[in-house]
């Protein structure tokens, strides 16, 4: 329900931990955020098989300093977007890249958004996120269409 989900979300945020940056005036965070949001439909008093969704939204954190998850994502998803690379993605060098997986594979739809803060301090980071969000771009993600 809403209700559990929200009690969740609120608990997780509680947990994350804030940074003032004294040179910015702003609060980041240096820990990402991850919620998964399983959903299953089903028809009442049918035979037929329910489906599963799932849902990942996740906030990265890092905006000071560009993590090694960060990096190891941004490889990957540089790798995975490059349809003539002969690479394999380093999706286990990280924790954060390994719950992603399933999301960066071939079933399922991605949706990246990217905020990108104005400030000087984060140019490095800023400049980072636009070259993860453009790799993601070209990633070809393909679900399977069910009949």
Known sequence: SWNETKVVID???KNRSLVNNSTGGFMS?????ILEV???????NSDI??????????????????DDSLLTLEKSIEILSDKTSKISPPIEES????ILKPSLSGNHHL??????PSLAICSNSTKNYVKIGTFARKL???PPITT
């Open 29 to 33: 965070s240096r820990s990402h955020v």
């Open 95 to 98: 924790k954060l890249t390994q």
């Open 38 to 44: 399983m959903i299953k439909r089903f028809i009442e």
């Open 49 to 66: 098989e329910p489906v599963y969704s799932r849902m990942m939204f996740v906030d990265l954190g890092s905006t000071q300093q560009y």
């Open 140 to 142: 070809s993600i393909s």
């Open 111 to 116: 949706l990246m958004i990217i905020h990108i």
């Open 11 to 13: 608990k997780s945020l």
